[in-house]
């Protein structure tokens, strides 16, 4: 079954710094998904990545898919407090090819 | 409007209960989806429906039960719960069974069982 890791597990930066968020699955990715969440609620999805070496940004997020289909990575631009939370990358598990799993997730915290 | 709607937000049910979570979107999007989340974990997948009927059942205990009325509304009734099944419960819903777009999540309902 598809496996996803999640690196780091979490992270603390000062606000206005970069940071990375990495994604590695077991298996090629036909189509790889990043949401945040903030504690105890729901998901806000941020971007979908399905081609090898696409990349997708939104505001000071940047998200991109490897070549080979089994790493991405989530870039942050110069971090806001706004940007805390806990970071989900998902990817289709399913035999029936319909459902998302996701890895443990990133939380991360931006200190003023 | 797209959101995916859940109630109630929270809920407390004795092991004896029955209660039931709702789920509502007006997307038209044909799959939905139950999730369950224990704290600082990421959701694992608990049920399937596409075109109302279940897809997948990821081998969840019989106590929780999926029901699919209409292509709106999604409901998990709950039945002589445990305190272990204490989470978050989110539902989401997508445009169809195949995942080419995103699946948009409902806040969830924080359900504690005692």
């Known amino acids: 079954s598809q496996e996803l890791e999640q690196s780091p597990q979490s992270l603390i930066v000062q606000e206005g710094k970069n940071l990375t968020i990495n994604c590695t699955s077991s298996?090629?990715?036909?189509?790889l998904y990043w949401y945040k969440q903030k504690y105890g609620e729901g998901l806000i999805f941020l971007m979908m990545l399905q081609k090898g070496g696409e990349e997708k940004s939104h505001e000071k997020i940047t998200a991109k898919l490897d070549e080979k289909k089994q790493q991405s990575s989530l870039h942050i631009t110069a971090s806001q407090p706004s940007h805390a939370g806990i970071y989900l990358c998902?990817?289709?598990?399913?035999?029936?090819?319909?459902?998302?799993?996701f890895g443990k997730g990133t939380t991360l915290s931006v200190s003023s | 409007d797209t959101e995916v709607t859940q109630t109630p937000k929270h809920l407390v049910m004795g092991m004896t209960n029955k209660k039931s979570l709702k789920c509502e979107q007006h997307m038209g999007h044909r799959a939905m989806y139950w999730y369950k989340q224990k704290a600082k974990k990421p959701p694992e997948l608990m049920f399937v429906y596409s075109y109302e009927k279940l897809s997948i059942n990821e081998s969840v205990p019989s106590r929780f039960s999926p029901e699919c009325p209409n292509s709106s509304l999604l409901n998990l009734h709950l039945h002589a719960l445990q305190p272990e099944d204490s989470a978050l419960y989110l539902c989401?819903?997508?445009?169809?069974?195949?995942?080419?777009?995103?699946?948009?999540f409902g806040q969830g309902t924080r359900l504690t069982v005692v």
């Open positions: 998902g990817a289709d598990g399913s035999q029936a090819g319909t459902a998302l799993i």
């Open positions: 989401a819903s997508s445009q169809g069974p195949s995942l080419n777009t995103e699946a948009f």
């Open positions: 298996k090629t990715l036909y189509g």
